[in-house]
């Protein structure tokens, strides 16, 4: 279907507003203004024979930021791209980089330039890959080096690779430690393209930021120093995070010359449903539910559409519930509509991917986790249920939607948390400037301590080499050094133990091994758990629920790491109650807001789960508590809270009896909101208040990393604290519920079962601190 006046965004939602009460559902709508694009010639140092092939592939003229960013690296600046989907930010680093692998090829007995390309997934590096090729220059030795590569692959990389493009994971397991092998590759390097480096963030992206400093060294070793090319979406201060993430100084280009179409950005909130979910809190409908209605809705009117969803589970629901619904318009119609999720072999997907751009499909639900490697271009609208975690990946999401420069559709619908209810309330928060930047701590010493290792091991480490991995390098190497990790030799530091180095860094924060649930008599696995979540779910007399069978727990083995399970059909199910202490362990920085106190610094986090309640299923009414003896888990971290003395409190009127459930309420909300200004989920932070902590002698409430060492999240909560807690206190106070519900202050993660909550004095005490921050 050509674009037409069917597909304009306003058109688009008069085909939602189908249903009586839309009006109260749709929040709000922003319409940007299509937008015409800005070209410049292309730079006369770039080879010829690239401008032809570019040229062949529709491309004229390049657009100005491209030409900003390819200039910049060509002078050998480091820079990163920060602008929309489909901006074509490729050809921002291809420029360079391919001239410089075709002007540069090799002579007798030298090696050409080689460039290094880097995705935070396999997918997207093979996409990349095709599209290198697709581009026909002759004689390009452009191979991908993962963990599918051959034996030969790899062997072809390592000695004709002129473009190779590889993860942080490869190059932190197997180009890195084989740098011997590497050398002539790793000593021609004249380019590293980071590529979706906003993906680079929380302790994954410290591990990152490690990883990117071994391989600057062990390029210096071989006299090469590499131009860094990075790649993000709109991020705020991507020049910051890029350099953090390099350790190098790194210039920005934002200014995105590229042609859009108009964009329209629904704000979506389903309705609260007649059921009450916990201590009778009112429940919305869900955004899946939701979501499969607006897909049915615009398949109906033949608009292509793509939902995001979060889980596999959930994208398979939608898309199933979407057939079902348009059977029932017109028996057939069901068959337009496909899921599309991670498991799916690649050409499974290709044939989903070619079936949606030429309308054989014209509605599919996606999960997230695929965000990047879709290869779909031709959609005129985009559906999320659920915000998607950060401002970038919503734009990228959104940026899928627009046909041929076309008019593009974008609805969030809301989940029943916290931040989304806060979203589509205050579509301020997403539109206008970034307001989060790419959080992680190189410096985290968790983080740390293993990538010394591993370059020691690479190459013994010096003096000189320390001041590249931060200020805690010295004490970092002094601490493996002592600990007979590390051994100190005139000429520097030594790995000697017997294990790879590289083994020692988990960069994907598995978290050690999983706890198996086996089942009794039969000796079948059922399924894993993880380890920080085992006390909780997977402890005796817990009822487990396993893709919707029900396991009774008999036993918890915490050494072997097992779970003995047994099918059954209890009438009830189990809660976990756990006890969470915290301590200070350092201050390192402190705001005064009049009489109260923002602080961050070092806490040690206790959790001990100590029993768990039987619950009758529907009415969710207590029938007994159980004890339960599990060890205690510590953890040393980083972590922002806040604190305002007893006299104040009571000054304002604020009832004694009422401070716990007020603090508690705030705590969870400040969780909820914090992802929207740290790039965090909810589930990486946790929180503890109480209306007097022995360490401050005052009502105190904490929000943590919840990695060993910290994250940057806390830290980045109390730089951002003032707009962050505004935001805790908006969201709480606009919730339309009674007293609290999942949209406000309660929290699925709670320990204490959500009591005691108290959504009103929680605003008061939010009032009193922020006025304070005045005074
Ligand atoms: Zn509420
Ligand atoms: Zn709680």
């Not at 004249?190 to 490690?210: K, L, T, W």
């Not at 950005?265 to 009112?282: D, K, N, Q, S, V």
């Not at 008019?407 to 029943?416: H, P, S, T």
């Not at 959790?607 to 007994?624: C, I, M, P, T």
Request: overall charge negative; proline content about 6%; hydrophobic content about 40%.
């Amino acid at each position: 279907m050509p674009p037409s006046a069917a597909t304009a965004p306003r058109d688009l939602l008069r085909s939602l507003g189908t249903r009586p009460d839309d009006d109260e559902r749709l929040t709000h709508l922003e319409v940007l203004p299509a937008r015409p694009g800005r070209r410049e010639p292309w730079p006369d140092w770039v080879s010829p024979a690239l401008v032809d092939a570019w040229r062949g592939r529709g491309i004229e003229l390049p657009w100005c930021h491209q030409v900003e960013a390819a200039e910049a690296a060509w002078s050998g600046q480091h820079v990163v791209l920060s602008t929309g989907t489909a901006s074509g930010k490729s050809l921002g680093y291809l420029m360079p980089a391919l001239t410089e692998v075709v002007q540069s090829r090799p002579t007798a007995g030298r090696r050409g330039a080689t460039v290094l390309y880097l995705s935070p997934t396999k997918a997207l590096a093979q996409d990349q890959l095709n599209a290198v090729h697709a581009l026909g220059v002759p004689g390009l030795a452009a191979t991908t080096h993962d963990g599918d590569s051959t034996r030969e692959q790899r062997d072809f990389a390592r000695d004709h690779g002129e473009y190779v493009l590889t993860n942080p994971d490869m190059l932190h397991r197997s180009l890195l430690p084989g740098h011997a092998r590497w050398s002539r590759f790793l000593g021609s390097l004249s380019y590293v393209v980071v590529d979706e480096c906003h993906h680079y963030r929380g302790v994954f992206g410290a591990h990152v930021a490690q990883i990117l400093r071994r391989l600057r060294r062990v390029c210096a070793a071989y006299g090469a120093s590499p131009t860094f090319v990075l790649a993000s979406a709109t991020v705020a201060e991507p020049e910051v995070s890029a350099s953090r993430l390099t350790g190098l100084p790194v210039r920005a280009v934002t200014d995105d010359g590229s042609a859009r179409g108009r964009v329209s950005l629904a704000l979506w909130e389903p309705p609260f449903t007649a059921y009450a979910g916990e201590h009778g809190a009112p429940v919305r409908r869900s955004a899946t539910a939701e979501v499969a209605d607006l897909l049915t809705d615009l398949v109906v009117d033949r608009v292509r559409t793509l939902a995001f969803v979060r889980s596999r589970q959930g994208a398979e629901s939608v898309a199933m519930n979407a057939r079902r619904l348009l059977d029932e318009v017109q028996p057939g119609l069901g068959s337009r509509v496909a899921a599309y999720r991670g498991g799916y072999l690649p050409e499974d997907r290709r044939a989903l991917e070619q079936d949606l751009r030429d309308g054989r499909l014209l509605g599919m639900a996606a999960t997230n986790a695929l965000e990047l490697g879709i290869d779909i271009a031709g959609l005129d609208a985009v559906l999320m249920a659920g915000f998607p975690g950060t401002r970038a990946a919503l734009w990228q999401q959104v940026g899928r939607a627009g046909r041929g420069g076309g008019d593009a559709l974008g609805v969030l619908v809301a989940r029943d948390d916290p931040l989304d209810t806060y979203l589509v309330t205050h579509p301020e928060a997403l539109l206008g400037r970034p307001v989060e930047a790419n959080v992680f701590d190189p410096d985290n010493p968790y983080v740390l301590g293993p990538h010394l290792c591993a370059a020691a091991e690479e190459i013994p480490l010096t003096e000189d080499d320390l001041p590249m991995f931060g200020t805690g390098a010295r004490a970092g190497v002094d601490a493996l050094t002592a600990a007979g990790l590390l051994r100190r030799r005139p000429r520097g530091w030594y790995w000697t133990d017997r294990r790879r180095a590289s083994d020692l860094a988990d960069i994907r924060s598995t978290g050690g091994p999983p706890v198996r649930l086996v089942e009794t008599g039969t000796g079948r696995l059922v399924g894993t758990v993880d380890q920080g979540s085992a006390h909780g779910t997977a402890h005796a007399g817990a009822v487990y629920l396993h893709q919707g069978e029900t396991y009774l727990v008999s036993a918890l083995d915490l050494d072997d790491n097992v779970a003995v399970v047994e099918r059954a059909d209890p009438d009830y199910s189990t809660s976990a109650r756990e006890v969470t202490d915290i301590e200070i362990t350092g201050e390192s920085e402190r705001m005064e807001w009049g009489p109260a106190t923002v602080c961050l610094g070092g806490v040690r986090v206790t959790h001990q789960v100590v029993s768990f309640q039987r619950l009758r299923l529907r009415s969710g009414e207590v029938l007994d508590e159980e004890p339960l003896d599990l060890p205690e888990r510590v953890l040393d971290t980083r972590a922002v809270w806040w604190t305002i003395p007893s006299a104040v409190l009571a000054a304002a009127g604020l009832a004694t009896r009422d401070l716990p459930g007020a603090a508690h309420a705030a705590e969870h909300a400040a969780i909820g909101l914090l992802p929207l200004f740290a790039t965090c989920d909810r589930w990486d932070i946790g929180g503890v208040s109480t209306a007097l902590h022995p360490d401050t002698g005052e009502l105190t409430v904490f929000v943590y990393d919840g990695h060993p060492g910290g994250a940057g999240f806390a830290e980045r909560g109390f730089r951002a604290a003032q707009a962050w807690l505004r935001a805790t206190r908006e969201a709480i106070d606009g919730c339309r519920c009674a007293e609290g519900c999942p949209s406000c202050v309660q929290s699925p993660k709670c320990g204490n079962n959500n009591a005691p909550l108290d959504k009103a004095v929680a605003v008061d005490l939010l009032d009193l601190l922020l006025t304070s921050s005045h005074a």
